[in-house]
């Protein structure tokens, strides 16, 4: 079975859009994908996220701690999930890469969220996907694309349909130098996809169907990163 991972972006997952009602459609999609590939779902943090981290950094906590709130969220809205999945979900939620990689045999989706602080869920995924040698990685997230630069700030920047791993890295790595598209993957994430050659979909998260021909690897109106 060719293995999937998805890096489900907090802001697709719970941004009070109608949510209850998107979660058990994506399950009844992710459970009949799953009798033809292995899933794994790594679940972001999104607003929720943002709100911990910017009212604990008015409290002065630290980076570390910042991100641990963050990586709680993250765990908080992979555990909606996998409730919405019921049965057809693994129980039990990985609290690292490496064991996520290990439950690869047992059958079932397994969904997670952040792992260790210093990264986000995009780097997650990307690793999690370099440890299983995964088919691909679907990027599902608010964006429906990958853009040269912020379209909502930017109405003429370019639109790819697709581009190569290096293109995508050093569009992000720029990104994080000059307030670019930074948003579109993490940047430690491209670095691992690219060392690995795992090639990336990214998608509007709440089109189904994008979601669908991304995860079966035809053709889909975001971006396909690969090569
Ligand atoms: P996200 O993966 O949702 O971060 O994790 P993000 O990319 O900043 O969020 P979006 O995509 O814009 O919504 C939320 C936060 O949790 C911490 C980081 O602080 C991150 O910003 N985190 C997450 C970790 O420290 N480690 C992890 O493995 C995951």
Redesign the pocket.
Known sequence: MDKIVI?L???VLVPDEGDAKYLRKLAWLLIEMSKEFQIYI??????I??YY?STGRELDFRKEE??????A??RLNATMLLLALGDDAMPAMPRSEEEAARLIEDGGIIVM????????????AARVAELIKAKRIVNA??VDAAYSADPKEFPDARRYASMTLKQLYDLVDKGVHEAGPS?VF?RLGAEIALRAGIPIYIINGRDLDEMENAIIGKDIKGTIVKG
């Open positions: 890096s972006g907090g802001s790594v679940c972001g943090g999104g607003r996220a943002r981290i910042l991100d641990n709130l963050g990586i969220v993250t969220g952040g792992t260790t602080t210093g990264h986000t869920t995009d780097a997650v997230t608010s948003t993490d």
